[in-house]
Structures are given as structure tokens and as C-alpha cells.
């Protein structure tokens, strides 16, 4: 059995609008793509790692044993995460300051340089955290880099016939 994201969609508009309302409107296809993107965000820092999306990207499936139903708990972390993710979109789309005037009529909106700067604090500090958990986990690999014209720079100076060694 697979978990459909579809099913998850209820929730996941429940969890971001209130009752009666809609504070963030989008197709049944909008929220089952902001679900998989949840999904995979949430994976990322190490949650259902027996858990894929499929190729349709319609079902949470474990490869390993494809009977295996995600549990309800953990399919509430990918909507909490997809309401997240949506709650800050909303906040960035939405203006946080205005000015107005009547003369020759004016009228300016903006968004918070505050709001934003803690948003943009908040992902670099997710993906720093990600990088971490990556490099603690040892799936990470080294790379060198040799400047060649900069080691050949520094024997010609130092009268070295060879600059490498």
C-alpha cells in the first residue's frame, strides 16, 4: 500500500486556513505538489528515510517493502511542513507597510525588509544545518584544489627549477 497525497491535501488546507475561510487559495494540484516538495524537505533532515516519492509524484511509497503504509503520524510532519512552507510564502507575497495620500492621489505598499531578512536568516540556517548533518553523516567528500600558476609563481621566486612535486 502507498500513502496518496492526495489524501493529505484535506489536511493540509485545514492547517493553514481558517475555518470557513481561505487565507491561502490553491488547486487540489497546487497542495499535492507543495505536499511532495514538504515531503522532500523533510527528508532532507532525516525524516522517513524508507520513504520515496513515486515517478507520478502521487504516492509516499517505501521501495523496500511497498505494503508498508506510511503512519498517519509521520504523514502529519509533511503537512506540517507543507504548512509552513505556505504560511512563508504567504508572508513574503503579502505587503507590511503602506503609505497613502490625498493631495494628487498616491498610494505606495512594500513588504518588511525585517520579514524578509528573518526568512532569508531562517533558510540559510536550514541549509547550513543540512550541510552539517551531511558532513557528520560521512556522505560527504573532500575536494583540493592546487593553483598551479601560483605554486609555479612561487618557485620562479624562490629559484626553484620545478614547481611540482
Do not use: H
Not at 505598499?109 to 536568516?121: F, M, P
Amino acid at each position: 500500500m502507498a500513502v496518496e497525497l492526495d489524501e493529505l491535501v484535506p489536511y493540509l488546507k485545514a492547517s493553514v486556513n481558517p475555518p470557513g475561510q481561505e487565507f491561502i487559495v490553491a488547486t487540489d494540484t497546487e497542495w499535492r505538489t507543495a505536499a511532495a516538495n514538504a515531503f522532500w524537505w523533510a527528508r532532507l533532515r532525516g525524516f522517513f528515510p524508507d520513504y520515496r516519492i513515486d515517478i507520478n509524484g502521487e504516492l509516499i511509497v517505501n521501495p523496500e517493502d511497498p505494503t508498508d503504509d506510511m503512519p498517519r503520524e509521520q504523514q502529519q510532519i509533511v503537512v506540517l511542513a507543507a504548512a509552513l512552507n505556505a504560511i512563508e510564502a504567504k508572508l513574503l507575497a503579502m505587503p507590511t507597510n503602506s503609505r497613502a495620500r490625498a493631495g494628487p492621489v498616491e498610494s505606495e505598499t512594500g513588504r518588511s525588509a525585517q520579514v524578509l531578512v528573518e526568512l532569508l536568516k531562517g533558510k540559510r540556517k536550514e541549509l547550513a544545518d543540512i550541510k552539517d548533518e551531511i558532513v557528520a553523516s560521512g556522505n560527504a567528500t573532500g575536494v583540493g584544489v592546487i593553483d598551479a600558476v601560483l605554486s609555479r609563481q612561487g618557485a620562479f621566486c624562490s629559484g626553484e627549477a620545478v614547481f611540482v612535486r
